[in-house]
């Protein structure tokens, strides 16, 4: 069975620019979820979707946004990037937001 | 009080100790509880899940404290490949679905 996978691995943008993140989650699970991890800090919480809903949104500013494709895959869009965003983000998934919750590889965005 | 917080440690101890590290969380209403593997760079992966008073899997045993909101991980003869930051890990909603809350990790670093 396939895991969760991410793409790309690495993401190097500059300042200003726009990040798309992608995830593909494990067959049958619906929710994704998707989280930060900046150098030294924990996982902070981003967003969480199941069913092509948002169900939860971290404390995170509105530049970052996503969504969830009716095959439950999903994207992370993270616009007018700043030099704080430099961190690997990770997407794990789940049956309907039951645990427990699989993680990807994840994403390294690194900015410029 | 943080919702999950945890020793960061690092924790040096030699092969074949037996090590514990200590969780507490400030959400009375959780009911489930998991303790995750990190490795550097790397995604976190489930270690064990905690529903009741406690598990065990092999040698690694979690226990839960629910009056005093504590939850701990004790790995017995310690082997090289342990090393990694383990993370205490409780679901945002007071029962087992949804996003989860991240502990800090505690670094464990096992020498020969």
């Known amino acids: 069975e396939a895991g969760v996978t991410q793409s790309p691995t690495h993401l190097i943008k500059t300042r200003g620019q726009q990040a798309t993140l992608r995830c593909s989650p494990i067959?049958?699970?619906?929710?994704v979820y998707w989280y930060q991890q900046a150098l030294g800090l924990g996982l902070q919480f981003l967003l969480w979707?199941?069913?092509?809903?948002?169900?939860n949104r971290g404390n995170f500013p509105p530049r970052f946004s996503g969504r969830q494709f009716p095959n439950y895959s999903s994207e992370l869009n993270v616009n007018a990037l700043e030099l704080e965003d430099s961190a690997l983000y990770l997407c794990?998934?789940?049956?309907?937001?039951?645990?427990?919750?699989?993680f990807g590889d994840g994403t390294r965005l690194s900015i410029l | 009080r943080k919702e999950v917080e945890q020793d960061p440690g690092p924790f040096n101890v030699p092969e074949g100790a037996t090590v514990a590290f200590n969780c507490t969380y400030s959400?009375?209403?959780?009911?489930?509880f998991f303790w995750y593997r990190q490795d550097c760079r790397k995604e976190p992966k489930l270690l064990m899940s905690?529903?009741?008073s406690g598990n065990e899997d092999g040698r690694f045993t979690a226990q839960l404290n629910r009056a005093s909101q504590y939850i701990s991980l004790l790995i017995r003869d310690s082997k090289l490949s342990d090393s990694a930051t383990y993370l205490c890990?409780?679901?945002?909603?007071?029962?087992?679905?949804?996003?989860?809350?991240f502990g800090k990790g505690t670094k464990l670093s096992v020498k020969p």
């Open positions: 794990a998934s789940s049956l309907q937001g039951a645990q427990p919750q699989h």
């Open positions: 067959s049958g699970h619906t929710s």
């Open positions: 979707y199941d069913e092509g809903e948002e169900r």
């Open positions: 959400n009375s209403a959780s009911q489930s």
């Open positions: 905690v529903y009741s």
């Open positions: 890990v409780v679901p945002n909603y007071g029962g087992s679905q949804g996003n989860l809350i």
